[in-house]
Structure formats: structure tokens, C-alpha cells
């Protein structure tokens, strides 16, 4: 009787080092019979929220100090939605709690965006991203994120239009906040100017996007 597997097979797992993060070297028999190595990090899964008022046409993001990016590449500072990982709990809650500790703003409304793989080559994590509406009063602390994990985070509340011109000219580095002001500039393109969206929907979804279509889905 010939064994059959599926593809591909996972014949032994090692792990490399264990610390805040794992490194897994994972041996792996794929289809046409090699066999490979793949190093595989892992965290844990992490949530990301772009709360926007839809009043005043702005968003809440935050600016941070971030190792990996300035060792490759001497910056201080990036620009980023409001994230964080995700604990026992669901990806919703991970948002909210992040929101109150990051931009101390309250959010009470989350609109599921996607649940993305950021850097799937090498990374096991994924992350859950949400749009969330506020308004002027649901910003109830500072922010600036928990003193005893040194995150020294600013909170920024930008305009929308300044949000999108941004990302129109490849200025945002952020990979999570980019994806998240394109998904609100195709659900909620009232809420930008002309000279950043254009007039018709369907122009704007062509130059982004011209072959997936839009699906709404539902609240984790």
C-alpha cells in the first residue's frame, strides 16, 4: 500500500531561540519530494485600529520609537495606526484596549477592515485591522501609551485629506495605517476632499484596485 501525505509535510520542528519572540526552523518535505528548511518568527497576532471623526475629517495616529526600523535605517520616529497584540482576548477588545492606552480615545464602533499577513515569508504573525468612528468627546486621557513598556508614543490627529494626500504620494511607511486610510477613502469617500478623491467611486477603486471587489464583512 503506497503512503500518501499532504503537501507539504512538516517533518521536525526546532526551535532556534525563545525569548519576547520565537525563531522555529521548520523541515519540510514539499511536493516534487525536496526536502527544505524555512525559519519561521513568531509573536503572537496583533490588532490595528485608524479611529477617524467623521465630523471634523480627521484620524488618531501615532508617532514611535521603533528598533527595527532604526537600526535599517537611522530613523527616530515612524508614523503608525494605533496596534497592539492581541492577549486572551478578541481582536476587537486587543483594539479598544490599545486605543484607550495608545490615543486615549474611547471607541465604542468597529468596522472589521481585514485580517492581513504582513510579512507571511517569514512571520507567523497576522494582524486584524478596523476603522473605528469618534468624536470629539470620546477622547477621555492623554494617551502616549504605558510608561513601564517606555513606548513614549505622541498622538497626532491629523486631517484626513492631509492622511490621504500622504498615501497618494507614497509617503506613508506604515503598511497597516496605508491599508486602513485606502479602505476608508473607498467606504467613506464623502469624507474626503475632491483634489483627494476623485468624483466618482468606481475611478478611485480602479486606480487602487481594479480587480478585487468590495465586500463587506462582518464584526469580529
Known amino acids: ?21 520565537s525563531v522555529v526552523s521548520l523541515s519540510l518535505r514539499l511536493r516534487d519530494g525536496a526536502i527544505v528548511s524555512r525559519d519561521v518568527e513568531y509573536h503572537g497576532d496583533a490588532a490595528a485600529v485608524l479611529p477617524y471623526d467623521p465630523v471634523r475629517r480627521c484620524g488618531l495616529v501615532v508617532r514611535l520609537f521603533r528598533g527595527p526600523v532604526f537600526y535599517a535605517t537611522g530613523v527616530g520616529q515612524l508614523e503608525e ?12 477588545a486587543a483594539a479598544r484596549r490599545e486605543a484607550e492606552e495608545e490615543l486615549g480615545v474611547s471607541l465604542r464602533i468597529l468596522e472589521f477592515v481585514a485580517r492581513i499577513w504582513p510579512s507571511p515569508g517569514i512571520s507567523s504573525e497576522r494582524q486584524t485591522l478596523f476603522l473605528a468612528p469618534y468624536a470629539a468627546t470620546d477622547r477621555n486621557g492623554p494617551g502616549g501609551g504605558l510608561a513601564a513598556e517606555h513606548e513614549d508614543i505622541t498622538v497626532v490627529e491629523r486631517p484626513l485629506d492631509s492622511l490621504a494626500a500622504d498615501a497618494r504620494l507614497g509617503e506613508v511607511a506604515d503598511g497597516k495605517l496605508l491599508t486602513l486610510i485606502m479602505a476608508l477613502q473607498l467606504r467613506r469617500p464623502d469624507l474626503f476632499s475632491a483634489t483627494e478623491y476623485p468624483s466618482s467611486r468606481g475611478a478611485l477603486f480602479r486606480s487602487f484596485a481594479p480587480t478585487i471587489p468590495i465586500v463587506e464583512r462582518p464584526l469580529l
Do not use: D, K, Q, W
Request: charged content about 20%; hydrophobic content about 40%; overall charge negative.
Open 1 to 21: 500500500m503506497t503512503e500518501t501525505f499532504s503537501f507539504p509535510e512538516l517533518l521536525a520542528r526546532r526551535v532556534m531561540y525563545s525569548g519576547y519572540l
Open 81 to 92: 495606526s494605533c496596534a497592539g497584540m492581541i492577549g486572551h482576548e478578541e481582536a476587537s
